[in-house]
Structure formats: structure tokens, C-alpha cells
């Protein structure tokens, strides 16, 4: 028989496949360095490498609670968040103590993959088994040889031009090839869906379009300052904590544009890049 010992990050590892690179903030003139509690992320999983706890993840609680309601069968206790992938909405792994509903029934690791859409409806999109070690017991055994541990596809796809990425997602976007003194850096798109990052050193800007007029920033952050301003002839939702702009998010009627930036900018920075982007 065939043994198998599996500690969680291992199995986390395998089963996110982590190959973005995670997003800072860029700011050529920042009015504060203050950092998100969770580090926004375009494209990939993020490893949370925060507070794991539920209780500190609300987004996530919020959405294994709808995504979960009126289950049956099983009994799913979340202990961790374990990462989270910005689609078109938000999917998190979510570490779980599963059990089966009959008597004397032997609770399992499972990671748990729900997706939260932007209209505030979550679902189950997989459920991976975590190996913590051999039980003793043949059946576990035939079933680590059979098990495969998969994850939820990334639906993102890089590009080497915006011109490549607006074709394939279906979205015509202008964008400059700076930013300041930020050039791009990454590329990547889905259907209906653009994101362009600029990086200069550590830092790094995201700018999105996508068709329709949802919001497509993926960005669950309860803010403490919520404004709105007219730019460019449209209104823009300015997104901070008293100290600068962290996220701006509008839509022309036709499509819906999204900046996110980890350290605040100035307002009026943040302007200019919205005044780039069509």
C-alpha cells in the first residue's frame, strides 16, 4: 500500500498552482504608505498571507455562508481562508472540516473553492481532499491512488500587446504605454475582461475594462471615504481611508473601467490616470 503525507501548504501549493506575481502599489506621488489588509491581486491565486481566521476574512465568510445554504449531506466547518483569485467577481479557497452526517463518521480536510459574483451571489465551484497523512484504513488508500487534486482553472490568458489581449477578450481599450515613470508589465485578459499592470521596481498599478457596466474592479474593501466626482464626463467612485485615493471605479454607459492602487495616491494622480484610460 501506498502512504501518503501531505501538510497543508504542500497541498495548497498543488492545488492553486501560484504563479502571479502579487500586486504592490505604485504611487510617483503617494499621499500616504498605509497598506490593505488584504493585498489586491489580478490574475493567479494570492496566498493569504495575512490573518487566516474567518472572522478576519468577511468577504469570505459572507460568501461560504450563501454559497453553502442548504446543504445537505455533509457538514462543512470553515477554519482558514486560504487564498483568493480576483475573476470577474472574487474565488477563495477556503480550508474546511468536512463530515458526513451518519453516526460515527470520521471528519475529513477538504479545501473548499467558491466563487462570489459581483451582483452579491456566491456558489461551490470545487472541492479538493487534503492528505494529512495515512489513516490506516484500504478504502483511503485505493482512493489516494485514484483522487486527483484539482483546482478551478485560471480563465485568465497573458498577452504580449494590449492590442492581442483587447482582441481575444472582445474589448476595445486605450492605454498608454507609461504611466508616469511606470511602463507595462504584464498583460492578461478573459472574455470581456482586460487588465494591464505598470510597474516601476516593486511598485504596481492595474487598470482594467471590461464590457458592460458592473463593477469589475473585484475589490471587496469596506472603505472608510466613498466619493464620487465627475472626471471626463462621467461619475467616478473614489475609494480610500481618509488619506488619499486606493480604487477608483466607473463606467462610461458601455463598459466599466476599474484603478487599483495598494498604496494611496493623491487625487489628483489618480485623475490623470483615469484620464489615460478609454
Not at 480576483?86 to 458526513?100: D, E, F, Q
Not at 477578450?169 to 494591464?196: F, N, R, T
Not at 463606467?251 to 484603478?259: E, I
Amino acid at each position: 500500500m501506498r502512504k501518503t503525507f501531505k501538510n497543508i501548504a504542500a497541498a495548497l501549493a498543488a492545488v492553486m498552482t501560484l504563479s502571479a506575481v502579487s500586486v504592490t502599489a505604485f504611487a510617483d506621488e503617494p499621499a500616504a504608505s498605509e497598506v490593505q489588509e488584504s493585498a489586491y491581486l489580478s490574475g493567479g491565486w494570492s496566498v493569504n498571507d495575512g490573518e487566516l481566521a474567518m472572522s478576519r476574512n468577511p468577504e469570505a465568510k459572507a460568501a461560504f455562508k450563501k454559497a453553502t445554504a442548504g446543504l445537505t449531506g455533509v457538514n462543512y466547518k470553515p477554519v482558514a481562508v486560504l487564498g483568493s483569485q480576483v475573476v470577474a467577481g472574487m474565488n477563495y479557497a477556503i480550508l474546511c472540516r468536512s463530515t458526513v452526517v451518519y453516526p460515527g463518521a470520521r471528519p475529513e480536510w477538504k479545501i473548499m473553492y467558491i466563487y462570489a459574483d459581483l451582483n452579491g451571489n456566491a456558489s461551490i465551484i470545487g472541492i479538493s481532499p487534503v492528505y494529512l497523512g495515512y489513516t490506516g484504513d484500504e478504502t483511503d488508500d485505493e482512493n489516494t491512488e485514484n483522487d486527483v487534486m484539482t483546482g478551478v482553472a485560471n480563465p485568465w490568458t497573458a498577452y504580449e500587446t494590449v492590442e492581442e489581449a483587447a482582441k481575444a477578450a472582445g474589448v476595445d481599450i486605450k492605454a498608454p504605454e507609461k504611466l508616469g515613470k511606470h511602463s507595462i508589465s504584464y498583460i492578461q485578459s478573459m472574455k470581456g475582461l482586460v487588465d494591464i499592470r505598470y510597474t516601476k521596481g516593486d511598485n504596481v498599478i492595474t487598470v482594467r475594462k471590461g464590457n458592460g457596466t458592473d463593477d469589475i474592479s473585484g475589490d471587496y474593501t469596506e472603505y472608510k471615504s466613498v466619493t464620487e466626482k465627475e472626471i471626463n464626463g462621467n461619475t467616478v467612485t473614489l475609494k480610500g481611508n481618509g488619506k488619499g485615493v486606493k480604487a477608483a471605479v466607473w463606467t462610461d454607459g458601455k463598459n466599466s473601467f476599474a484603478v487599483l492602487s495598494k498604496t494611496a495616491l493623491t487625487e489628483k494622480f489618480m485623475e490623470n490616470i483615469i484620464g489615460s484610460v478609454s
